[in-house]
């Protein structure tokens, strides 16, 4: 049973391109959660999914920032018209529902840097 | 504020030490989870609790929930337990954790 798998691994763009994150949650895992890890900081909370539905996007910046999960195939992260600030590590984490006693598990994430 | 605080922020010792980690919490929460990071690498889940005490192998976390506040225990630590600790809390409503900004743990040889 694979884990949660995120690709690519690493990702390097230029200000002003989009950049497309995606992240497979574990089998039998409906319920994907994005986070963002800037340089020197803590892991905040983006977006929540379940699959065709946002959930929560409290944590997603109002612009240049979407979030999908498809009935088929992986969740995707987007990212339009990067700026060096959104260099970062990009987490996803899936669970099999939200409730109390379903542990969340990580993928190895997506280093974005921005040139 | 943060809601979840961790202490302390770095931590060294030496091979074989007893080792703690604390974390406080300002809010009503489900669940909280241990997690640790290693450098450059993915977030591994090390324990989720909401009461008492779990253990496994030379890990120990515990939780008080009368006084919001957890604390990872390394008996016998080795320098491969070097990596960042952090301690995620999910409230009682709403969708998302709330993390801690890691201890950074090193065990020198």
């Known amino acids: 049973n694979a884990g949660v798998m995120q690709n690519p691994r690493h990702l390097v763009r230029r200000r002003g391109q989009e950049a497309r994150l995606r992240c497979s949650p574990m089998k039998g895992h409906s319920h994907v959660y994005w986070y963002r890890q800037l340089p020197e900081e803590g892991l905040k909370f983006m977006v929540y999914l379940q699959k065709e539905n946002i959930i929560d996007e409290s944590g997603m910046p109002k612009e240049r920032f979407s979030a999908e999960f498809p009935k088929e195939g992986p969740s995707i992260l987007r990212i339009q018209q990067v700026v060096r600030g959104d260099s970062a590590a990009y987490f996803c984490?899936?669970?099999?529902?939200?409730?109390?006693?379903?542990?969340?598990?990580f993928g190895p994430g997506t280093r974005l840097t921005v040139l | 504020k943060n809601e979840v605080e961790q202490s302390p922020q770095n931590l060294t010792a030496q091979e074989g030490e007893f080792i703690t980690i604390n974390c406080s919490y300002s809010v009503g929460i489900s669940a909280l989870h241990w997690l640790q990071q290693h450098p450059g690498g993915g977030i591994v889940s090390l324990f989720m609790l909401s009461s008492g005490k779990k253990k496994h192998g030379r890990l120990i976390a515990t939780i008080n929930i009368q006084e919001k506040h957890s604390s990872l225990h390394i008996t016998a630590s080795h320098p491969r337990d070097s990596a960042v600790y952090i301690c995620?809390?999910?409230?009682?409503?709403?969708?998302?954790?709330?993390f801690g900004t890691g201890t950074s743990l090193t065990v020198i040889p």
């Open positions: 995620a809390v999910r409230p009682n409503t709403g969708n998302q954790f709330y």
């Open positions: 984490a899936s669970s099999p529902a939200r409730g109390f006693g379903n542990e969340q598990f």
